[in-house]
């Protein structure tokens, strides 16, 4: 069972262009809302999060948009650029024991063309 | 060090040997998270430690997984008897837990099981 479904699977922007990317969620216990980016042999990194009382983050070039109601959430990223070109992973954790245990989306892949 | 230490890097096993995972996570932090990471595929939970307490282990797919934090700082994750399916890369996070919900990854394990 799939608790976090991420689209697209994989996205091409040009250089400048807008980059989004949804994420749907089930648990309602879910109250964390990260965003990690992954370049290839890397690590996941968190690039920025979201609590379900907010409704909108940003942080620099990108934006978190959450809709409670819908259970979504989604990353924008203005003036995308070759360097952004990553696996973006959303994810979201309900409270467990004292931390965040992370799901996470199955990833969209993110080349922008300069 | 500064970050998540995994090592090693990459782990070429014969099918039914028995492999051990390291990581050490960032001084101080509390919870530590193992993931494991199909080529192409999302991070998937395997469990989850505060200090040397395994507090969830829902996500190890068979008994062959074992893992283990006795000092509450560095952890392994010991597979016995790999088998070809195993064939990922194992994430491991930490994070300071309760004060601060950031999970930090390290660059991970690739196990190839041939």
């Known amino acids: 069972q799939q608790q976090v479904k991420q689209s697209p699977q994989s996205l091409i922007v040009q250089k400048g262009g807008i980059s989004i990317i949804n994420c749907a969620y089930e648990?309602?216990?879910?109250?964390?809302f990260p965003w990690y980016q992954q370049f290839p042999g890397k690590g996941p990194a968190l690039l920025i999060a979201?609590?379900?009382?907010?409704s909108e983050k940003k942080e620099g070039r990108f934006t978190i948009s959450f809709n409670k109601s819908a259970k979504q959430f989604s990353l924008h990223i203005m003036d995308s650029q070759p360097g952004d070109s990553a696996t973006y992973f959303c994810a979201a954790s309900p409270r467990s024991g004292g931390s965040y245990i992370p799901t996470f989306g199955r990833g969209t892949s993110l080349i922008v063309h300069p | 060090g500064a970050g998540v230490s995994q090592s090693p890097r990459y782990k070429v096993a014969k099918r039914g040997q028995d492999v051990a995972l390291r990581c050490d996570p960032i001084s101080g932090h509390v919870s530590l998270f193992w993931y494991q990471q199909a080529l192409g595929q999302g991070p998937e939970f395997l469990t989850y430690?505060?200090?040397?307490?395994?507090?969830?282990k829902s996500g190890l797919p068979s008994d062959r997984f074992f893992a283990e934090r006795p000092e509450g700082s560095v952890s392994t994750l010991k597979i016995q008897r790999t088998q070809q399916e195993d064939s990922a890369v194992y994430l491991c996070a930490s994070s300071l837990g309760e004060v601060n919900t950031e999970a930090f990854f390290g660059q991970g394990t690739r196990l190839t099981v041939v």
């Open positions: 430690f505060q200090n040397e307490a395994q507090l969830d």
């Open positions: 979201i609590r379900p009382d907010v």
């Open positions: 648990n309602t216990a879910f109250d964390y």
